[in-house]
């Protein structure tokens, strides 16, 4: 027991000493947050917490960009921005080459119907990688934290780019000198093969290999068990689009009613934002090895920057926390 109490407290200090290496850990996390909002339905939750732990002044939120090429998905994610009182917040788009997965139910259009926000789809929005760029140029030196909850187009195409406007640095320079550390939602452990991943697989396997800073993963083993929605579903403001989508959802998705839904996206933007080591074990170092079909396996070689969360706590401690977050109101 002496022994793994050693082990684990060896991984956190080497986890830190990566992402703090420079001396800001005191600073809150400044994220770029990367969504796919679909087709399934925790990203609602998930940006849902962003902005709660925003709002408690535990983060600020720089940027929202989409994965998902489909029409709906910034203009959602502009939808949920604006009701947390952050209409201002930049929204961008992946390029032509990423996924474009419609939910099954509709569940994007719908809300936007609901809401009377179709004009958003008439809004032009920037590039996702402009955006990338833009922010990171601007920002302090290991100072920007990215949460990726979809697919890695944007980060393969942010990693392919080269001097613009806003830098005379690449792609691959602005990551080495701006970023702290990307979270994302990805990959199975200790292997597997996960939506994530497998369904941009080549901008997966092009964003992991060139990838030069810490990278934590929480995998679809971890989301999985952890259920939520059910509560912001019943006890949420009607006015709230994160009511309307779990209790939509909830009802429509599987074509069945569901009580509650897995939480893999939420799982990662918690980590991300508060210290992991307070709901998981955090594992690692080690490299997070991929194939171009996307497959991933873990190599536990301790020269590498990757890392990967398992379960501590029973999963309902985790749920009750994250349901908390999901209803949080913010003032008008």
Known sequence: MKFRYFVLSFVLLLWNSQVHGTGIKSQIPRVIFDTDMGPDYDDIGAIAVLHALAAKGECEILATVASDGHGSIAPVIDLFN?????????????????????????????????????????????????????????????????ITVGFFSNISDLLNSGPDQFSKLSGLELVKKKVKKWVAMAGAFPQGREFNVERDSPSAYNAINKWPKPILFSGFEIGDKIMTGGKVAKQGSSQNPVTWGFDYNLKTYLGKPEQNRQSWDETAVLCAI??????????????????????????PELSGKHYFLSHKYPYKVIADVLDELMLFEPKK
């Open 274 to 299: 508060r210290d992991p080591a307070r709901y998981f074990y955090v594992n690692g170092p080690g490299k997070f090895e991929l194939d171009k079909d996307g497959n991933n396996s873990w190599n």
């Open 82 to 146: 604006a009701y947390f009182n952050r209409p201002n917040l930049p929204v961008g788009i992946p390029g032509l080459g990423a996924p474009n997965f419609p939910s099954g139910n509709n569940w994007n259009e719908k809300l936007l119907i609901h809401f009377n926000k179709q004009a958003l789809k008439e809004k032009k929005y920037p590039k996702a990688v402009d955006v990338y760029r833009e922010i990171l140029a601007k920002e302090q030196d290991n100072s920007v934290t990215i």
